[in-house]
């Protein structure tokens, strides 16, 4: 009878040891997934880029994950991985004066009264929003 009562103990607490650890594991993951979130949102870059893109015509032919008349922002930061400032002052111009050939033959219009820098803000936004 005791011998069954010690048993029944260290069981409990090899049960309650188990559990403890199982939530752990889920809390760090959470944990990880919360702070990458934060991370692109809470990016200047990001938050800028996001404004001028929804304040202008990008978003009829642009979406973040899926091929419209334009290539998924998602595609376009895969594509730049890791861009030098060349290559997003490139990417600005082409926003700036349109495009075509890089994607395919539809061509992308030009958007004339956009400066420099906020071109530059875009892409920089568009080149974060590569999928992990
Ligand atoms: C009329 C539709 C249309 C609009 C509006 C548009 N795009 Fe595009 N975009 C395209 C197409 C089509 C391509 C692919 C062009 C090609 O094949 O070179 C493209 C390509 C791009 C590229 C990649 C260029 C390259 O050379 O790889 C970027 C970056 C981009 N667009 C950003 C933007 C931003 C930012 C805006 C808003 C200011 C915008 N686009 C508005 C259709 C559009």
Request: charged residues 20%; hydrophobic residues 40%; contains cysteine.
């Amino acid at each position: 009878m005791r011998r069954n009562v010690k048993m029944l103990v260290a069981a409990m607490v090899m049960l309650t040891v188990a559990c403890a650890e199982t939530a752990k594991e889920q809390n760090s993951t959470t944990t990880v997934v919360e702070e990458k979130k934060e991370d692109i949102s809470s990016n200047p870059d990001y938050k800028k880029g996001l404004a001028l893109v929804a304040a202008n015509d990008c978003l009829t032919c642009h979406a973040v994950n899926q091929t419209m008349t334009g290539p998924a922002y998602a595609d376009i930061a895969a594509k730049y991985a890791n861009a030098d400032t060349a290559t997003i002052a490139m990417l600005a111009q082409t926003i700036i004066k349109g495009g075509s050939g890089n994607w395919g033959q539809v061509p992308m219009t030009p958007h004339p009264a956009l400066s420099e820098e906020d071109a530059k803000a875009m892409v920089k936004y568009v080149l974060l929003l590569k999928q992990p």
